[in-house]
């Protein structure tokens, strides 16, 4: 009799797990049956919500649902990933990630409330970006060497905005490399740091291209040096940083992740469409001409990518002597 209650309990706790996982299935061939969140961790136009923006529009299209765009700004990026890390794995919650929040955070932020790897599922990156150093029109310099010669003439009395470590972290880098002695200000997000420098209540600032590059063609600031090895060839004349500081290159990123433990079938679906989407000559074309470089990858691609990521921007805030807040 004992041996049939035994049975009998682990045949209803089999069908019971039978079922749970029969569900879960269900609910992930179902998928999308409703609106899809997209968490982005900086404001409104800046290269991160533009990015956003336009993947949601292809991902919208391709799976019939919409996927909707909110800004969770503040803390170096960090609220708007820490709510995507703790929000329900079901498919309905994604990230479009940057390497703010992915990699260079834990050497930025003395308390983080969220795991970069162990409470994100890859699904695929999506753009890398380098970032584009300008100033005010009424500072005197042109070129890099200019505005290193100008700031040593200058101890303190320069400035440069920020609105993410894409943005701080090469000016650290810049103002340590050459001794320079410049006034570091945050801002939240890069177009409110941009839209300083535009007023001239700030001297200068690296900005992503997305967002630069229109004041840039407005004539509100002046490109003067660019993070990448190679000029890009929309503004030819912008030089690398690199030919006045050798081994200057860093280069900002875009990835989409979901809450760890979303279903598979869900992350597979949306690695297949964001590739796709990624694929398509309309899109590339409109991310090239903001100064984006279109990059595609498997989940695991991604995952080994994030984990270099993490470990590069980690020595790199150190060596630079940046303290974590």
Not at 97 to 103: D, E, F, M, P, S
Not at 160 to 189: C, E, F, I, N
Not at 196 to 204: F, K
Request: hydrophobic residues 45%; charged residues 15%; proline residues 8%.
């Amino acid at each position: 009799m004992m041996i049939r209650r035994h049975l009998l309990r682990a045949t209803c706790v089999c069908l019971a797990n039978l079922v749970a996982v029969s569900s879960a299935r269900a609910e992930a061939v179902a998928w999308p049956a409703r609106p899809v969140k997209l968490i982005v961790p900086f404001g409104a136009g800046s290269g991160n919500d533009i990015v956003a923006r336009l993947l949601a529009d292809r991902l919208s299209r391709a799976l019939g649902q919409p996927f909707v765009v909110h800004n969770q700004v503040g803390a170096n990026g960090a609220i708007g990933a820490e709510a995507a890390a703790h929000a329900a794995p079901d498919g309905y919650t994604l990230f479009l990630a940057t390497n703010t929040t992915q990699a260079a955070n834990p050497g930025l932020m003395k308390k983080l409330r969220y795991d970069p790897v162990k409470e994100f599922a890859p699904i695929s990156r999506v753009a890398n970006t380098p970032a584009l150093l300008v100033v005010h029109p009424s500072v005197q310099a042109r070129t890099v060497p200019e505005l290193i010669a100008l700031a040593k003439s200058r101890p303190g009395q320069l400035s440069y905005a920020s609105g993410s470590a894409g943005t701080r972290v090469p000016g650290a880098m810049l103002t340590s490399a050459a001794g320079l002695d410049m006034l570091h200000v945050p801002y939240k997000t890069i177009p409110q740091a941009l839209a300083d420098v535009v007023a001239g209540q700030v001297h200068g600032m690296f900005t992503d291209m997305a967002t630069g590059i229109q004041q840039v063609r407005a004539g509100k600031v002046r490109a003067i040096g660019i993070s990448s090895l190679r000029p890009t060839p929309l503004l030819p004349e912008v030089q690398p940083i690199a030919l006045t500081l050798p081994g200057f290159e860093l280069l900002a990123w875009y990835a989409l992740y979901a809450p760890a433990g979303t279903p598979q079938p869900v992350i597979a679906r949306l690695n297949a469409e964001t590739r796709t989407a990624l694929s398509d000559a309309a899109l590339r074309e409109r991310l090239v001409s903001l100064g984006l470089e279109p990059i595609s990858s498997t989940p695991q691609e991604l995952a080994a990518f994030g984990h270099s990521e993490l470990e590069k921007w980690t020595r790199l805030i150190r060596a630079i002597g940046i303290e974590p807040e």
